[in-house]
């Protein structure tokens, strides 16, 4: 039997694995002994960031909520100079991603709860309006003008261009028009065309675990 792993990103690629009928029940022994120790109600709790990320129990594991105050005490100490060792850091770091998601699914458990009719001392869900939207710019612009109020120029003062929206419009009406241009091309030229008007500002950098 035949495997392909398809990989699209960064730029599609697969991967084929050949396996035997022999090492695929030795695979699927494999994997059910593995869920059927999982579903035991003694099963060990192994608290960590990549196992932890998509569970649906979360927000009320006791394991998970444990670790994490576990973690936040013992780095309130100041007087502990050898704390940030790489060691130390590596596992707060993940504790600490960790509890951003614990937190977010224990305020969507609460969330649904009180939406369900349920009080929860001292909280309430507060609505906080509806956000206007303007779903067809070209019409919105078709119809403003019309009213004779406004101009392009005010229009386009009261919105913004987005640079991914502008370059996939104008390589596809370029393309259209008989050249033949790659996206580094189209980037170019629009480049070139806003170079007095185009601002780029650098991403902010952000925590991700190395592979």
Known sequence: MYCALVEPFPSPSYSL?????????????????????????????????????????????????????????????PDEEEYCNEVDINWSLEVALLA????????????????????????????????????????????????????????LSASSISWTKLLKVWMKKRNESGATLKRSDAVAELELILKDVLTEKPKAQSLVKSK
């Open 100 to 155: 951003e998601k614990w937190a977010k699914a224990v305020k969507e458990r609460a969330r649904d709860y009180i939406s369900d009719g349920n009080e929860v001392d001292g909280w309430k869900l507060r609505s906080s309006g509806n956000v206007k939207s303007i779903s067809d710019a070209n019409l919105c612009a078709e119809r403003i003008t019309d009213t004779n109020q406004l101009g392009w120029a005010e229009i």
């Open 17 to 77: 694995v050949e396996y035997s009928t022999d090492r695929l029940e030795q695979l699927e022994s494999l994997v059910v002994s593995i869920i059927e120790e999982a579903n035991k109600t003694t099963a060990q709790k192994v608290v960590g960031l990549k196992q932890c990320k998509f569970c649906d129990g979360l927000a009320h594991c006791d394991e998970v909520a444990h670790t994490i105050q576990e973690e936040a005490l013992s780095v309130i100490q």
